[in-house]
């Protein structure tokens, strides 16, 4: 596979390419996470991640190959972005403490003229948290840069989540197989 540009500072997307050996370089550009009206929940991480890899292009030739991710969780049909502060934190894990919500991890794979792009979305139940679980966790990991403000693989994962329906990695911030099945196959 070619070296690929990851147009994102997340450290756990920069983890997941690393375990599955794909060779990269990080150029990363301040991207507003904004979108308009009337996208649906799987569209809004795509158009987010688009805008991401477009800004990098920008300053590219066309002959890299650059892949960007926006992951969003989503209650009840509500998009739960990332936490603003410790109370926002503690607040929004209370929300989702005992409850069913989705994460979609939206992918754009961008190189010249031809794009790939694609969400794929993962449900997760949490076990009702106690407050005293929920303060430890935030207090401990500061998730303050993460989408519903937990990360899986993080205690909060480890004790708190009582099931998964689909891929554990999309949770952590990129279908990682998915996207080496794109790579291996990109003409």
Known sequence: ????????????????????EIEFDIIVRPTEETF?????????????????AMLVE??????????????VVVLHGEIIGKPTDRNNAIQILQRLSG?????????????GRKEVSFSDTTTVLFHPLTFE???????????????????IQEW??????????????????LPVSRVVH??????
């Open 1 to 20: 596979m070619e070296r690929i540009i990851l147009a994102s500072q997340s450290p756990r997307r920069k983890q997941l390419l690393e375990w599955a």
């Open 36 to 52: 308009p009206e009337g996208l649906s929940t799987a569209e809004i991480p795509i158009y987010i991640a688009r805008k991401k």
């Open 58 to 71: 920008e300053e590219l030739s066309h002959d890299h190959l650059i892949l960007a991710a926006d992951t």
């Open 99 to 111: 409850q069913e919500h989705q994460v979609i991890t939206g992918v754009v794979m961008r190189k």
């Open 133 to 151: 679980q929920v303060t430890f966790y935030v207090d401990k990991y500061m998730p303050y840069d993460k989408a519903g403000a937990y990360a």
């Open 156 to 173: 909060i994962g480890v004790t708190g989540i009582k099931s998964i329906n689909g891929d554990f990695y999309n949770v952590m911030g």
């Open 182 to 187: 794109i790579l291996q196959n990109w003409q």
